[in-house]
């Protein structure tokens, strides 16, 4: 019996798989054992096509593979290559221990890359299960920006079936590679980011308190909502946040790719958070998640967008709460729960009125007592309390100018994370839990003062204090100050839904 190792997605990480093969006297036959889905069972036409093509004789024998664990639904074409080599080299004395093996093999033998190899291996190489792995060549780009492995990459079956019957591995071997972009290191680690800026804030004409909102927004991670008539640059300002968001480490850069692989999108290594924006007619399960991985999801580490905001359903909404506060979904599926972590950054845009006109100066508003209330209601109280920033923005005029760009304020995000990492903090401000809080959210006594007032004159929730704590030490921050001081704390108050 012959052993080679290969993965599988469950959930969200990837599972080591044991391909296991015997030949036995008998009928002569091909069966897959294991719970492999159809893209597996069909690998049996592609892997004896590949094996005649290439002059290797089909054994004329009862042949069974085993993908074990065999409770465990297996995916992917990937198997390919483990499952041609347990076949060509059966009567081989070859060891395959320490190597996973990953590849879609052509008719012809070559072999090709699919979406789910940098999903697999970088899910392994995280759980320490990965060390030595061998990969097609069209899987290079990807794989060679995953550290601490050794990669192996061949064109053909041919030269697969080379690398393990003779002493060649070094002919095979790919050098890992190396980031060039900007960074900064800070206690040892080096976070990595871009200047190019697709999106810029000098396309924004005035607004000079919305883009002071979502400079502490980007600098802190502080959920937002933008209220304000249509036109006048909302969703301009949420799509541009994503340029000047903190800089991110490697493994962030390596978690991104993996979310834009499990889209079926090709991965891109630019240290640029990614931006998710649903359209609000979407389904609760495609933004929750469900069968496959939400919106929510898909998000963890970068900016998810919601633009109307009360136009989404209410069932949607309110599902937000948990990973808003939490920081964690729990899907069930059938005999499964599957936990995901979603420490996104929620911003999201809305008219002050269904016809949008309510603020406007120029123009009358439409709509009725009942139906503008009914139009606000769509967002429950403890919904609110879960974001940081309101920010009601005016109307556009003539006069506006663009004051700022986002170099300026990527620079000024980049001195505020400079801060909070110095601290020892293991999460930016947004998203720090209650015993940090009390570490880092220190006020000197007259700050100290007007909390207390607020707290009373406001009735805060303790959820309401601390988003104001929270906020108050990332203004501070931007001042590069220690201490959080009072006009911190005011300026954190006037960004309260009011």
């Known amino acids: 019996m012959k052993q080679l190792k290969c993965a599988s997605i469950d959930g969200f990480e990837a599972i080591s798989v044991d391909v296991e093969s015997t030949f036995t006297n008998g009928l002569p036959s091909f069966t897959i054992v294991g719970l492999g889905n159809s893209a597996i069972q069909e690998s049996k036409d592609r892997i004896k096509s590949a094996l005649l093509s290439n002059d290797y004789k089909f054994p004329p024998k009862k042949i069974t593979i085993n993908l074990s664990p065999s409770e465990i639904a297996k995916t992917g074409s990937q198997f390919d290559l483990s499952i041609a080599l347990s076949i060509a080299l059966q009567e081989s004395k070859v060891n395959f221990k320490d190597f996973f093996v990953f590849g ?3 008719l012809d033998g070559t072999l090709k890359d699919t979406k789910s190899i940098f999903v697999l291996i970088l899910s392994l190489a995280k759980q320490g299960l990965l060390k030595n792995i061998l990969i097609p060549k069209e899987s290079i780009h990807k794989i060679s920006m995953i550290p601490n492995i050794n990669i192996y990459a061949v064109e053909n079956l041919n030269e697969a079936i080379e690398f393990f019957s003779f002493d060649y591995k070094d002919k095979y ?3 890992n590679h190396n980031f060039n972009f900007e960074s900064l290191s800070i206690n040892n680690i080096n976070y990595y980011f ?3 800026f697709e999106l810029d804030f000098t396309d924004i004409k005035g607004q ?15 959920n937002i909502i933008f209220e304000g008539s249509p036109g006048c640059g909302k969703s301009m300002i949420c799509k541009r946040l994503q340029y000047i968001m903190h800089p991110m480490s490697l493994d962030e850069i390596l978690e991104k790719a993996k979310l834009d692989s499990l889209q079926v999108k090709e991965p891109n290594f630019i240290p640029i958070r990614n931006l998710i924006s649903p359209h609000h007619s979407s389904t609760k399960a495609s933004i929750i998640g469900g069968t496959k991985i939400g919106e929510v999801s898909l998000s963890n580490g970068g900016l998810l967008f919601f633009d109307e905001i009360p136009h989404f359903s209410k069932s949607i ?7 808003l506060e939490d920081y964690t979904i729990l899907v069930s599926r059938v005999n499964t729960k599957v936990k995901y972590e979603t420490k996104f950054l929620f911003a ?5 009125c269904p016809c949008g006109n309510l603020l406007a100066k120029t123009k009358n508003c ?6 503008i209330q009914r139009y606000k209601n769509r967002l429950s109280d403890p919904f609110l309390d879960r974001i940081d920033i309101y920010v009601t923005m005016s109307e556009i005029s003539k006069e506006d100018k663009a004051d700022v760009s986002s170099s300026e304020l990527h620079n000024k995000v980049l001195k505020a994370f400079k801060q909070q990492m110095n601290r020892g903090q293991n999460e930016l401000n947004g998203k720090l839990n209650d015993k940090d809080i009390k570490k880092y959210c220190v006020l000197q006594n007259d700050a100290n003062e007007i909390l207390d007032k607020a707290i009373s004159n406001y009735t805060l929730s303790f959820r309401a204090i601390n988003k104001v704590l929270k906020l108050s030490r990332t203004i501070a921050d931007l001042e590069e100050v220690d201490l959080i001081q009072t006009s911190h704390i005011l300026e954190a108050l006037s960004y309260r839904k009011r």
């Open 104 to 106: 879609e093999l052509g």
């Open 173 to 175: 071997k790919i050098k």
């Open 194 to 196: 871009s200047q190019n």
């Open 208 to 222: 000079n308190i919305a883009k002071r909102a979502a400079l502490i927004s980007a600098a802190g991670n502080h």
């Open 317 to 323: 909404i309110e599902a937000m709460r948990e990973p």
């Open 348 to 352: 999201s845009a809305m008219n002050p």
């Open 366 to 371: 439409r709509c009725s007592d009942i139906e």
